[in-house]
Structure formats: structure tokens, C-alpha cells
């Protein structure tokens, strides 16, 4: 017989509680043994370094035991080894009971050690490139000068603190701090002797950084991480701005030696393409660049955008280089396409910037200097490229003066050339106006003679073309004629240039001519073949119209071929050839009826010294050959000269040079001392 409803329901509850009674003690010893495999699996998983692993443990645990104290310090921890700080610290906040002080601060100090390696990616807006970096100095700068945290976590604020305004371009205040580490001899880490090194470049300390970066490398040779910059990189440019070109080539080049061209990544089957060998082929190429010897560079840099004609920085670099060979159209191509590639790529900027300058194409180079100051105001680069910018169009003034002494049918036994010019900063990115005064003077058998002009005139520029006009009153009293003079330079490719002058009282007149009151109209025209800095031809011709009705036309023919090129030092070769014919003889200069020579050259150019822009270099020429005469024998003549360059700072280059020439004139051996001077101040 089935028992009543009100009997079944106390048996149930009776079972109930046995069941309880029985397995419930069963159950409540499972539940710590499984979160403790758990947790001891996440804490194996970290101790692997599988972050991502141990975070899904402990997330286990805390799924099903939310106020597990040990699941929610683990999580905050791991989260903050992920880079995932700003969660971490949202989780440390709520902890029951709330974390230490000190484990706090330390969250804090790992926040802002995430924070500076998050300022090396994109930043969030364009517009505002150092926001990531700032806020890092900020918080690293809050702990630093924190005088109640304890003297190991405000050292560590101060180390991070150095390698956050490296990357906020504050070379000045990481600097600053690092001297004042240095007199309390805190011994730097790796990473932050990095980065220090780098701001000693930027302030212009290059041996220190040298030893820094040196040091660096012995206490972290690498291999390093992806978002790791390459110490030997900022090694080769401190060994090239300290003056130790070898050790910059080697450490290059043995860099770029060393990386593979691929790499092999988990999980995919081809092989990428190594950026670290990039860069470090990058890098030797601009390397050839800065050491004049841009031929190579090239060399090295055209493979490598024919492999990855989409990469932008190899894009730029060529064209960097294509500019030094003297090819601006073609380098002002690859600059377009590295910008396009690459919208923040400041270098393309500057770079189109520069090739327009020299194009005489001044309409967009604000426009491409005030995108690259937007996007990296505080670099460097940018600002020399603005000041450089500035420099040319502002005010130029030039000087130049030659003093001669010998025997010379034109000079006599002394004479001397001066010239001066003032041009105004640029107008409407179109025009100068121009400033100019001309002054010489000789000693010849008859007396003493002196040619004077002081006028004015128009420059004009167009995308490869600069013309003038300008109109320069005599001011002696042996030829009243005005000087009435224009020309222009015209580059009609990246290889072909013409040049043609016209005045209608030349310079070209023989100023024994000017004694006796003779001028000349004068046209000369010049064509010029350039294949790149190596190899170079041109052809000119000239007509004189002198105003005693002789008439000369002159010739002169070119070819230069680079011989040797080593860093900081060129060795040309080449030869020349010219003659004349007059109309008219037996006038009172020198005229012969026909003449025509040639001659074997040679020119040796090198840098003497640099630092940053001050720099002296020095050029050698030499010319040896033939001079034959109508009815006179034919004879040897050469040409010596010597002269050097100093830069003091950018924006003023003096020169001097002092030369011998001695070639027959009818006959008679005559020669020639000749000491010049100038002066540029400008760009």
C-alpha cells in the first residue's frame, strides 16, 4: 500500500539530509583541491613564460570563485606582464584588502614602463605625436621626484623617467638627469644607457655616446625584441659624428653582415622578410651617403627597393641618395611615392622638400616642411631642414677677390678682381632682387687701368630654371658703357643643362683692352652633360664682339670621370680642350689669329675635419698639356692650384686658393701667381 502525501514528504527531506550528511563533507574537500591544480597550473604556465596560458587558469578560478584573493593578485600580475597595465590597475583597485603601498607603486612603475613602449608605435592622433611619450614623463616624472617613495622604486622612476624623454625628444632634461646620476654614480642598465646615448647625439656629445652605446652592447649583445631598437645602429652614427669613420663602416657593415635576409615565424610555412637586416642595410647605405660616396649607396639601395618596391623607408633613403648623384626629378619620384606609402614618414617630407630647393621650386617646400614639423616638431632633422630653409631664402651675400701677380699680356705684372653681391630673401617664392659691384685692376707696361661697376638686377626662378637681368653703370673713365647683362641656367633634365650669358660690356674683355677705351659684347653658351657625380661633359662656345670691330669666337670642350672614391675623399681625371680666332691682329691685348690647346687634368677633393657643420676641406687641380699658336711653335703649359674650404658654422663658407699657370703667349713664356679669397654667407 503506497504511504499518504504527508507521509513521502518527511522520508525525502530524511534522504536529503542523509545524502548531505554523507557526501557533503566529499564535495566541499574537491571543490580546494580543483582551484589549487588550477592555480598551480597557472603559476606553471607563467614560471613557462606562456602568459597567456596561466591567465586563463587563473580566469578559471575566479569564474568560480570570484573572491579568491590569490586568483585576483595572480591575474592583476599577469595582466600587467601582458602589457594590459591600465586593466591591471582597474583590478588592483578593487582587491579586498587593497594592495600595499609598495605594491602599488610597483604596479604603477610597471604602468609606466608599458607606457613608454606603447609611445614607440603609431600614435593615436597624427596631429599630436609625442601625446603617448608626454603622458609617460608625466607619470614617470610624478615618481621620480616623489621624495616619500623609498630610494629603489624613486631610482627605478628616474631610470624609466630618462628613456621616456629620450622618446618625447627631451634630449635636454635626459641629459641634465643623466649627468646628475653620473656625479652620484648610479650605474645605468642597457636599455637606459640606450637611450641616453641617443640624446648625448642629439646635444652633439658623439664620443660619449659612443661609450655608452659600447658599454650597452656588452651588458645585452641581443638578440633583441621586435619593438627594440638596435644599439649598433646608434653605435655606427656616434663612431661617424665623433670622427671615427673606419669603426662606423665596420660596425655597419658587420651588422649587416651578421642578420639573416629571412626569418622564419611559428605557425607560418614561408619565411618573412627580415626587418632588422633592413635596417641594418639601410643604414650602411646612408652611411656611403654622409662620407660622399653616394655612387655605392646607390649600389646598395636599388636591390633592395626592386625586392620591396612597396617599402617606404628604402623608398626614401634611394632617393636620398638619387639627390647627392644630382637626379632631383628622379629622387622627387621615389620621395612621392615613399609619402605615399607612408603618410608619417617624416624623410619623404624633408626630402621633397630638398629636392624642390634644388629645382628652384619654392612653391611647396613650406607646405612639405610644415607636414613634417607637424608630424615631428621635436626632431631634429625637421628643424636643420627649416633652418636650412630659412637660410636660402633670406638674405645671401657673397665676396670674392683675386690677387695676381707675374707677367701676363691681359693682367701685367699685378692686377686684381673683386666682386660683391647682395640678393634680397626670396619674393613671392619667385624673384631676388640683386645687389652687385665689380672692381678691377692692373699694372701693365703702359700704366695702371682699373675696370668699376656698381648695379642692380632681377633673378627669377621657375621649377629647373634660374634667369637674371641686371644693368651695371661703368664707373671708371676708360669705357663709359653701362653693362646691360641677363642670362640663364637652365637644368632641362636630371642629366642636361644649359647656361647662356649675354652682356653688352663683358668681363670677358681684356682689361689691356680697357686701357685703351675698347669693350666687348660678349655671348657665351654652354651646354652640360652629367651622367651622376662621376662622370660629367660639356661643350661651350663663346663670341666676342669687341667694339674695334675684332671679332672672336672661342670653344672649349670638357670630360671629367671620377677615378677613386673612398669616404671623404674624391679623385677626378679628365682633359680639356679649347682654341680661338680672331678677326683682326696686332690689337692691344692678346688676339692671336688662331690658337688651340688641351690639357690633362686631375683634381683631388677631401674633408680635413668635421664636426657637425664645421668642416674644412681642401681641393687640389692640375692641368698639364699643349698650347699651340698660329705662326709661333707649339709649347707645354700647366696650371697648379691649392685652396681650402673652412665652415664654421652652416650658413658661412670662406675659401682661399693660391695657383700658378704658365703657358707661351706669342712666343713668349709668361706666367701667373694667383691668390683667391671668398666668402659666402647664406645657404
Known amino acids: ?262 626569418t622564419r615565424v611559428p605557425g607560418i610555412r614561408a619565411p618573412i622578410q627580415n626587418q632588422r637586416k633592413v635596417d641594418a642595410d639601410l643604414n650602411a647605405a646612408t652611411l656611403r651617403e654622409y662620407v660622399d660616396m653616394p655612387a655605392d649607396a646607390y649600389d646598395r639601395l636599388l636591390p633592395l627597393s626592386r625586392e620591396a618596391p612597396a617599402n617606404s623607408q628604402i623608398r626614401r633613403e634611394l632617393g636620398m641618395v638619387e639627390l647627392a648623384r644630382g637626379w632631383p626629378r628622379r629622387a622627387q619620384e621615389d620621395f612621392n611615392i615613399a609619402g605615399t606609402l607612408d603618410r608619417r614618414d617624416v624623410g619623404a617630407y624633408i626630402g621633397e622638400a630638398d629636392a624642390a630647393r634644388v629645382l628652384n621650386d619654392y612653391e611647396s617646400v613650406d607646405e612639405d616642411l610644415g607636414v613634417a614639423q607637424t608630424l615631428a616638431d621635436r626632431n631634429g632633422r625637421v628643424a636643420r631642414a627649416v633652418q636650412s630653409w630659412n637660410r636660402e631664402r633670406g638674405w645671401q651675400f657673397d665676396l670674392s677677390t683675386e690677387q695676381g701677380k707675374g707677367s701676363s699680356p691681359d693682367f ?117 652633360w652629367r651622367a651622376s657625380e662621376l662622370t660629367q661633359a660639356r661643350v661651350g662656345l663663346s663670341r666676342d664682339n669687341f667694339s674695334d670691330d675684332n671679332k672672336r669666337t672661342s670653344w672649349t670642350a670638357s670630360l671629367t670621370q671620377r677615378l677613386h672614391t673612398a669616404p671623404n675623399l674624391a679623385l677626378d681625371g679628365g682633359i680639356e680642350l679649347g682654341g680661338s680666332m680672331n678677326t683682326l691682329t696686332d690689337r692691344p691685348y692678346f688676339n692671336p689669329r688662331r690658337d688651340k690647346s688641351y690639357a690633362i687634368t686631375g683634381r683631388l677633393q677631401n674633408l680635413l675635419g668635421q664636426f657637425y657643420e664645421r668642416s674644412v676641406t681642401q681641393r687640389i687641380d692640375v692641368a698639364v698639356g699643349q698650347y699651340a699658336e698660329q705662326g709661333y711653335a707649339t709649347d707645354w703649359m700647366a696650371t697648379i692650384r691649392y685652396g681650402q674650404t673652412f665652415q664654421p658654422r652652416a650658413g658661412i663658407r670662406l675659401g682661399w686658393g693660391i695657383g700658378w699657370h704658365n703657358q707661351p703667349y706669342d712666343g713668349q713664356r709668361e706666367h701667373r701667381f694667383v691668390l683667391d679669397l671668398t666668402m659666402h654667407w647664406g645657404e
Open 412 to 528: 701685367g705684372d699685378r692686377d686684381a678682381t673683386t666682386q660683391a653681391s647682395a640678393a634680397s630673401p626670396l619674393i613671392d617664392d619667385h624673384w631676388r632682387v640683386l645687389a652687385l659691384a665689380r672692381y678691377s685692376t692692373a699694372d701693365l707696361p703702359e700704366g695702371d687701368v682699373r675696370r668699376s661697376r656698381v648695379g642692380v638686377g632681377v633673378i627669377g626662378y621657375a621649377r629647373g630654371l634660374e634667369a637674371y637681368v641686371r644693368a651695371l653703370p661703368a664707373a671708371d673713365r676708360y669705357v663709359g658703357k653701362t653693362a646691360l647683362e641677363a642670362g640663364f641656367d637652365w637644368s632641362i633634365t636630371d642629366h642636361w643643362t644649359w647656361a647662356t650669358d649675354y652682356s653688352t660690356a663683358g668681363e670677358d674683355a681684356p682689361l689691356r683692352g680697357q686701357y685703351y677705351g675698347i669693350s666687348a659684347k660678349t655671348l657665351d653658351t654652354a651646354v652640360t
Open 1 to 262: 500500500m503506497t504511504p499518504p502525501r504527508t507521509a513521502r514528504v518527511p522520508r525525502a527531506r530524511l534522504c536529503l539530509a542523509l545524502a548531505l550528511a554523507l557526501h557533503g563533507p566529499l564535495a566541499l574537500a574537491a571543490a580546494p583541491s580543483e582551484r589549487d591544480a588550477l592555480m598551480a597550473k597557472a603559476r606553471d604556465e607563467r614560471s613557462a613564460g606562456h602568459r597567456v596560458d596561466a591567465l586563463a587558469h587563473c580566469q578559471e578560478v575566479l569564474a568560480r570563485w570570484p573572491d579568491d584573493r590569490e586568483a585576483q593578485t595572480l591575474n592583476v600580475a599577469l595582466l600587467t606582464e601582458m602589457g594590459a597595465t591600465t586593466r591591471a590597475r582597474e583590478l588592483a583597485a578593487r582587491l579586498q584588502p587593497p594592495q600595499s603601498v609598495g605594491d602599488r607603486v610597483h604596479l604603477d612603475a610597471d604602468h609606466i614602463a608599458h607606457e613608454i613602449r606603447w609611445a614607440n608605435g603609431e600614435p593615436a592622433d597624427p596631429r599630436a605625436p609625442y601625446a603617448e611619450a608626454d603622458r609617460a614623463v608625466a607619470d614617470a616624472r610624478r615618481l621620480a621626484d616623489d621624495p616619500q617613495l623609498d630610494e629603489g622604486l624613486r631610482q627605478r622612476a628616474e631610470l624609466d623617467l630618462l628613456v621616456a624623454l629620450d622618446q618625447a625628444g627631451r634630449a635636454d632634461e635626459v641629459v641634465t638627469r643623466y649627468d646628475a646620476l653620473r656625479q652620484r654614480n648610479v650605474a645605468l642598465p642597457a636599455y637606459v644607457e640606450r637611450a641616453v646615448a641617443d640624446a648625448l647625439l642629439v646635444r652633439r656629445r658623439p664620443a660619449e655616446a659612443a661609450t655608452l652605446y659600447e658599454d650597452s652592447i656588452a651588458k645585452d649583445p641581443g638578440p633583441y625584441g621586435a619593438a627594440d631598437f638596435e644599439p649598433r645602429i646608434g653605435l655606427m652614427y656616434a663612431y661617424l659624428e665623433s670622427g671615427q669613420t673606419d669603426k662606423a663602416i665596420q660596425t655597419i657593415d658587420a651588422l649587416a653582415a651578421k642578420e639573416p635576409t629571412w
